[in-house]
């Protein structure tokens, strides 16, 4: 069975950083691009960023360019998302989801984690 | 604002057949596949349609997709009272390089 879970989420100041990482199994990781999907309180889905299965390339949302940075491991089969710079407007559960392709231009993103929150406040 | 554009909300009653919108252009849902997913209350989102029409192993066939030019649908029929939940539209947008969401549309079971 596919699974993936998130960590690192929590409370953090405007200005701040923080790193989520999502460790996968149940599938061949350096097969899959990878990406992460954020839901702010009562809203809908927002893409966040995707990485290749390779980490050749990355892809960003505009609202996160330049702050976020994502990243994986595949001898670890793990993701991560370096988050700089944090705003108010970033507060929400970021999942971690798996591309069906080695490339992450797709929307097709199965399965989902469960999410972690991270909140931004002062 | 989202890109996509779908109903906030939708209802039906019991064994009624229900369809949600969803409206795109042509950098997106004119160019990509529409996946669709559903978020049960209080949990991570799930992918219900894939490449427009096709359905996961599980998905029950009362659940199906369609696409047409920049439009896309997603139609359930013989509803349901587990089926009230979130559903999203989504597509890779080549303007943005980056994929992108309908706003959900929220299914209510009257």
């Known amino acids: 069975e596919m699974q993936l879970l998130e960590s690192g989420g929590g409370w953090i100041q405007p200005g701040g950083s923080l790193r989520l990482s999502c460790a996968a199994s149940?599938?061949?990781?350096?097969?899959?691009?990878m990406g992460w999907v954020r839901q702010a309180p009562g809203k809908g889905l927002e893409w966040v960023s995707g990485i290749t299965n390779i980490g050749g390339s990355t892809f960003y949302a505009d609202s996160v360019k330049g702050r976020f940075t994502i990243s994986r491991d595949n001898s670890k089969n793990t993701v991560s998302l370096q988050m700089n710079s944090l705003r108010a407007e970033d507060t929400a559960i970021y999942y971690c989801?798996?591309?069906?392709?080695?490339?992450?231009?797709?929307?097709?993103?199965?399965?989902w984690g469960q999410g972690t929150l991270v909140t931004v406040s002062s | 604002q989202s890109v996509l554009t779908q109903p906030p909300s939708v209802s039906g009653t019991p064994g009624q057949r229900v369809t949600i919108s969803c409206s795109g252009s042509s950098s997106n849902i004119g160019t990509d596949d529409v996946n669709w997913y559903q978020q049960l209350p209080g949990t991570a989102p799930k992918l219900l349609i894939f490449?427009?029409?096709r359905r996961p192993s599980g998905v029950p066939d009362r659940f199906s997709g369609s696409k047409s030019g920049t439009s896309a649908s997603l139609a359930i029929s013989g509803l349901q009272s587990e089926d009230e939940a979130d559903y999203y539209c989504a597509a890779w947008d080549d303007s943005l390089n980056g994929a992108v969401f309908g706003g959900g549309t929220q299914l209510t079971v009257l």
């Open positions: 989801v798996k591309g069906f392709y080695t490339s992450p231009r797709s929307s097709w993103f199965d399965p």
């Open positions: 149940g599938f061949t990781f350096s097969n899959c691009a």
């Open positions: 490449s427009n029409n």
